[in-house]
């Protein structure tokens, strides 16, 4: 399981929103490069970044920010919000070096962009599955889409999505635990990559939504609240890899 640890960007710094709420924010860094060579230090190789901005907008508000991160730190990027058109894509992919790009709005109203980004890009592009009660939000969850996750989870998968990335809105920025259930049956219903996102505040709740199949974990919060050790975090999931590879071998 990878941990991938958030930086969330509004107006160019590193915030936390409470349940997806604008006018609920918490800035914790001035400098999101600074935060991303320090998880960098800390061991981790991936880093999740939302415009947050752009989720509202549609225009790429902190790409450039996104890009020296992806070029100063040598991580793995994975970035979402307001990826809306063919061009933002390839930019970020091609010209930006993001690894992953996630599509939130425009998979739940843009099926034909959503489709030939699939197909061009089929290890690169995520679908972010941000559900309040169930129902799957758009535009940077200020409104719902009347589609069920796992229903529309199911239909991103027969356009051809590998990786889908669920966050439990309730939860987001509360640190409260994950939805382990939720995320369970996502995985058991669709045979997708999921990586969990939102309600971890503790090294326990990492341990806990491991149990649920998912491929990652995100982290915000509660590594800027001191609640998540993120370099121990990481070596564990590095013992738990190499033990399961010496159970490997044992059998053979």
């Known amino acids: 399981m990878i941990i991938y640890p958030a930086i969330d960007l509004l107006g160019g710094k590193c915030v936390r929103l409470r349940q997806g709420k604008y006018d609920e924010v918490t800035v914790y860094s001035d400098d999101p490069v600074s935060v991303a060579r320090d998880f960098r230090e800390k061991g981790a190789t991936w880093v999740h970044i939302v ?8 225009r ?13 730190t040598g991580l793995a990027v994975q970035t979402g919000g307001g990826i809306r058109n063919m061009r933002t894509l390839y930019r970020l992919l091609s010209v930006y070096d993001v690894t992953r790009c996630v599509l939130g709005t425009s998979a739940i109203r843009d ?37 069920m996750a796992v229903d529309f989870a199911k239909t991103m998968r027969d356009l051809g999505a590998k990786t ?15 939805a ?21 505040g503790s090294e326990i709740d990492i341990d806990q939504i491991r149990t649920s199949g998912c491929s990652g974990v995100i982290v915000g919060k509660a590594i800027y609240e001191g609640k998540v050790r993120l ?16 159970d490997e071998s044992s059998k053979e």
């Open 231 to 246: 370099a121990e975090c990481l070596q564990k999931e590095l013992s738990l890899v190499s033990m399961s590879r010496t």
């Open 51 to 58: 415009d947050l901005d752009a989720a509202r907008t549609g």
């Open 60 to 72: 790429p508000e902190n790409h450039e920010i996104i890009r020296r991160i992806a070029s100063e």
């Open 111 to 147: 099926k034909s962009f959503t489709e030939e980004a699939l197909k061009r890009f089929p290890d690169n592009v995520a679908i972010g599955i941000d559900a309040r009660d169930g129902e799957v939000s758009a535009d940077g969850w200020t409104s719902g889409s009347g589609l």
């Open 164 to 178: 889908v990335i669920f966050t439990d809105i309730s939860r987001d920025g509360m640190m409260t635990g994950p």
């Open 180 to 200: 382990t259930k939720q995320t369970t049956e996502l995985v058991a219903a669709t045979q997708l990559n999921v990586i969990a996102s939102g309600g971890i």
